[in-house]
């Protein structure tokens, strides 16, 4: 498309100056003529925690490297795919970041998109590397990347785990699960959770609920322990309508239809359930904790979701990758290489009081998270889950994530009203997904 | 006996007449800021989008010329015209509130309250209008939860079955009329207020003589009067009621399926989901010619129903 009539349709299409794309960048290696210290990263604002943490990480980086500048851009969206698609509109608009953070779900899109700057070179050449990815796990290494390109560097990670109320469960008389449960064991649970507590003849405290607007802490655990997935291994397929899926998925609507869960309801409507009682266990990852403890909820806990036909954790990353328009790519990797240092990963340790929303992705660092004092107690299963179980690979993330993601959630919706059957409804997810999931 | 001048004609003084093309530069001043913010703003936008329908685009890398390739789509996006009719029904549901039910409220407000319960209902009425149209949907969301929302309770305590209100195929859309109208309908009453204040006493008082009742009075005196202010809302009401894009963003996300999807929030999927730029911008040109062709014929028929004096 010619560059000027671009810029043009962009200003009309979508309020942004298109000028040469991302692909037409310089890939210079060297640093900026002049010895141009700065760069540009770009982050999710998905809430107070996100300006806080990347504020800090700006801050404590220009201070260990006197002469950089470090510029924020924050970028809002309802979640990964809606941030990712503000970014690329940042981008055509001519904006040109060092670096953007990115979950896993995303490293598709930046690969499949040439828009990000692979890091396998750093890790040979960085004496410093070695000891980094050395105390990451490997699915967090694996997790980044795609087609033998390490897309970048874990600093933080959520993996899906059950929360429960330690108080309803202690009013309900109900023993606190084990990580050996199995999915009777979770339904015979959550069955004497659910109760009409003020005896109106209507429920109105559920067993379990799971989030409707996201895939990760919605199916996702369900499917995996299943022993199926979303995508072939290759993630180059669909594989909505098997056996595994359809047993995850029927399973679900056998817990709405038995009264044990309400209809799905958005996670932020979740958190607020689950604390005044009307929910006694979800499924989330680390991040439920930057709501409650500053909210001083502390009446919960975690363990491993029940065991199917087989367990596998559920887990996803976030990283910092290093784009290709880059002028500093060097210095763009020493921040990258920042994002997991101690001095950063103890700030998503945190503290009691001012916890972290993930789980760092430093062995050493998560394994302190008890040891400081942040609830759950249980909380070195965060790390365990990775460490010491198997794992779902790859987690089901096609370069049109988003696009897939509100196929996959859009089909659900139909099957847990109740409008579709388990099996119509993932024959026709299935069949809109064939033409998403490709390669 | 000297003559006597004749007096200026009124509203005139005596100055002498300004050429008309002077005035006409003054009205262009004035209007100027609002030309450049239409330009800007709207012509502009639309003509980008015009642009970039002709392109296969995602944003990030080299657009592809692709001629009609994009509305030809069009006619083959079965899911498009599912969502056509559930906007078509949400649209037309919201327009029938606000201009019925609007117009009833306005004439009980001005006619049959004390004047401090006036004050009251026409701050109730008017207060959602300000909110934001999120925040308003996030509230909603939480009160017509299926299963621990407040609707459901109270509803049953009058022995009401749970309704499914944002997950059902049938209920989603009402709640999304429900919800809307209830955010919208303050501006439509307000404009009523106005119309009906607009409308000469002395008609009334010579109705009230000519012995005509109260409801002879409305649809030969208030009604006519009032028409150009309905005629003004039907087209506003119809242009807003097909854009809703907050509340089955918020409430349902466009679910269960597609029944309570508009077409702005199908376009904004494929533009910023699917990152098919091009395609969103045939979904918004087509879309933007029904509007067009809707309003025209609005305009067209109001003719026969609206009275000027």
């Not at chain 1, 100056?17 to 210290?37: E, Q």
């Not at chain 1, 909380?379 to 365990?384: A, G, K, R, W």
């Not at chain 2, 990030?60 to 010329?65: A, E, M, N, Q, V």
């Not at chain 2, 906007?87 to 306005?106: D, H, P, R, S, W």
């Amino acid at each position: 498309m010619n560059t000027s009539l671009r810029k043009l349709a962009t200003v009309g299409a979508v309020a942004a100056l298109a000028v040469s794309t991302i692909t037409a960048c310089s890939n210079d290696d060297s640093s900026a003529a002049g010895g141009d210290k700065s760069l540009e990263v770009v982050y999710w604002n998905y809430g107070p925690a996100a300006e806080t943490g990347n504020k800090a990480t700006a801050d404590a980086f220009m201070a260990a490297n006197s002469g950089t500048t470090v510029t924020l851009t924050p970028v809002t969206g309802e979640n990964w795919g809606t941030y990712y698609a503000n970014v690329a509109t940042l981008i055509a608009s001519g904006k040109r970041p060092d670096l953007m953070v990115i979950s896993g779900e995303g490293a598709q899109f930046v690969h499949a998109n040439n828009l990000v700057r692979p890091i396998n070179e750093y890790l040979e050449k960085d004496a410093g590397a070695k000891a980094i990815t050395g105390d990451i796990a490997q699915g967090l290494i694996d997790g980044f990347t795609v087609k033998n390109d390490v897309v970048t560097l874990t600093y933080g990670w959520n993996n899906m785990v059950v929360y429960y109320n330690t108080d309803v469960f202690k009013k309900a008389g109900v023993e606190p699960p084990k990580a050996d449960w199995t999915w009777a064991d979770f339904q015979a649970t959550a069955k004497k959770l659910t109760a009409d507590t003020n005896k109106d003849g209507k429920t109105d405290r559920y067993g379990f609920t799971w989030a409707s607007n996201e895939i990760f802490p919605g199916i996702m655990p369900w499917v995996a322990n299943a022993g199926g997935n979303l995508t072939s291994d290759d993630v180059c397929a669909a594989t909505a309508d098997t056996p595994q899926v359809n047993k995850a998925v029927s399973f679900l609507r056998q817990l709405i239809t038995d009264g044990v869960s309400p209809a799905p309801m958005p996670m932020s409507d979740v958190f607020t359930r689950f604390q005044n009682g009307q929910v006694a266990m979800f499924g989330a990852g680390r991040w439920p904790i930057g709501t409650f403890l500053p909210a001083g909820f502390k009446s919960f806990d975690i363990q491993l979701y029940p065991k199917g036909d087989t367990y596998k954790t559920v887990f996803g990353g976030a990283g910092y990758p290093i784009l290709k328009s880059s002028k500093n790519p060097d210095l763009a990797w020493e921040y990258q290489k920042f994002t997991v240092s101690e001095e950063i990963e103890k700030q998503y340790v945190g503290t009691p009081e001012k916890p972290g929303d993930s789980i760092p992705s430093r062995r050493s660092l998560a394994q302190t998270i008890s040891k400081v004092g942040v609830p759950p107690a249980n909380s070195d299963l965060f790390y365990d889950s990775i460490d010491k179980f198997p794992t779902l690979v790859p987690y089901p993330a096609p370069a049109k994530y988003s696009a897939f993601e509100s196929t996959v959630l859009r089909h659900l919706q139909l099957i847990f009203a109740g409008e579709t059957s388990v099996a119509g409804g993932l024959k026709a997810m299935q069949g809109e997904l064939s033409s998403i999931v490709t390669c | 006996m000297t003559e006597r001048q004749a007096p200026p004609a009124p509203g005139r003084g005596a100055s002498p007449q300004r050429p008309a093309r002077k005035d006409g530069l003054a009205a262009f001043a004035f209007l100027s800021p609002s030309i450049v913010t239409f330009v800007i703003f709207v012509l502009a936008p639309a003509a980008g989008v015009l642009y970039l329908s002709f392109y296969d685009w995602n944003l990030l890398s080299d657009g592809t010329f692709v001629g009609l390739a994009n509305f030809e789509r069009l006619f083959t996006d079965e899911r498009l015209l599912r969502v056509y009719g559930s906007t078509v029904y949400m649209a037309l549901a919201i327009l029938a509130v606000n201009v019925v039910l609007g117009l009833l409220l306005a004439v009980l407000l001005e006619t049959r309250m004390p004047r401090w319960l006036r004050g009251v209902f026409r701050l109730s009425f008017l207060f959602p209008f300000v909110i934001s149209a999120a925040a308003v949907a996030l509230i909603w969301r939480f009160l017509l939860n299926k299963d621990l929302g407040l609707v459901n309770y109270l509803l049953g305590t009058l022995g009401v079955d749970r309704i499914d209100w944002l997950g059902s195929s049938v209920w989603a859309p009402i709640s999304i009329i429900i919800v809307n109208s209830w955010k919208t309908i303050g501006f439509s009453i307000l404009v009523y207020i106005a119309g009906l204040q607009a409308i000469p006493h002395q008609l009334k008082e010579a109705a009230i003589v000519d012995g005509a009742n109260a409801w002879t009075r409305f649809w030969r005196v208030t009604f006519p009067l009032l028409s150009p202010t309905i005629f003004f809302l039907v087209v506003i009401n119809t242009i807003n009621s097909f854009q809703i894009f907050a509340e089955p963003r918020v409430l349902t996300q466009g679910g269960p399926g597609d029944a309570s999807r508009t077409i702005v929030e199908y376009l904004y999927d494929r533009a910023f989901g699917d990152f098919d730029l091009g395609y969103a911008s045939a979904i918004g040109i087509t879309f933007m010619l029904v509007l067009i062709v809707l309003t025209a014929i609005q305009f067209r028929f109001s003719r026969r129903w609206t009275f000027y004096e």
